[in-house]
T-cell receptor, first 115, second 113 residues
Framework: DVKVTQSSRYLVKRTGEKVFLECVQD?????MFWYRQDPGLGLRLIYF???????EKGDIPEGYSVSREKKERFSLILESASTNQTSMYLC??????????????FGAGSRLTVL | GNSVTQMEGPVTLSEEAFLTINCTYT??????LFWYVQYPGEGLQLLLK?????DKGSNKGFEATYRKETTSFHLEKGSVQVSDSAVYFC????????????FGTGTRLQVTL
């Protein structure tokens, strides 16, 4: 089974702190994604990456950055956390190409609380 | 742009009842359509998908038919179980969007004995 592992299930940070959310996948997927999930808003795409060192902004990139130095790892960075970034963060991955690209595999999520 | 509209939840049903969760979409071209399910404390899992008009996706007793004329992809199940309690997300992927999915807001289903 494909596994997408998010390093922290629950984090509590203070306003202004730098926050790293780590995601690792073990199936050699080319594409990786970061979404945030909020009640009533569903999932919104923050950033995605289709190759090592490649990234593209999603729908809500403000306040976030990402890093993909290795194919299996995709990190989400909050340079200066704010309370409106309190949310559930979901990492996902998929193969590139027409067929594989249709199916995303998700991690269990990281719930971040910013005080 | 692309958008997905789902019915508001929560939906509460008794075990063995019939389930329908409505989903309509707006997209240019010919998107692929998906239903994902999120069980408590877990990430999202693909439930079923359809890639062209009139396709029917099915899995675990759930079905959805891609209706281009009504831009809909309603999820149905003939007899729900308590274990089906979860949040269900409708999503679309448009052509040329590098695997990016656009999700609906999710519908929580609660099934009681």
């Amino acid at each position: 089974d494909v596994k997408v592992t998010q390093s922290s299930r629950y984090l509590v940070k203070r306003t202004g702190e730098k926050v790293f959310l780590e995601c690792v996948q073990d199936m050699d997927h080319e594409n990786m994604f970061w979404y945030r999930q909020d009640p009533g808003l569903g999932l919104r795409l923050i950033y995605f990456s289709y190759d090592v060192k490649m990234k593209e902004k999603g729908d809500i990139p403000e306040g976030y950055s990402v890093s993909r130095e290795k194919k299996e790892r995709f990190s989400l960075i909050l340079e200066s956390a704010s309370t409106n970034q309190t949310s559930m963060y979901l990492c996902a991955s998929s193969f590139a190409g027409r067929t594989g690209a249709n199916v995303l595999t998700f991690g269990a999520g990281s719930r971040l609380t910013v005080l | 742009g692309n958008s997905v509209t789902q019915m508001e939840g929560p939906v509460t049903l008794s075990e063995e009842a019939f389930l329908t969760i409505n989903c309509t979409y707006t997209a240019t071209g010919y998107p692929s359509l998906f239903w994902y399910v999120q069980y408590p404390g877990e990430g999202l899992q693909l439930l079923l998908k359809a890639t062209k008009a009139d396709d029917k996706g099915s899995n675990k007793g759930f079905e959805a038919t891609y209706r281009k004329e009504t831009t809909s992809f309603h999820l149905e199940k003939g007899s729900v179980q308590v274990s089906d309690s979860a949040v269900y997300f409708c999503a679309l992927r448009n052509t040329g969007t590098a695997s990016k999915l656009t999700f609906g807001t999710g519908t929580r289903l609660q099934v009681t004995l």
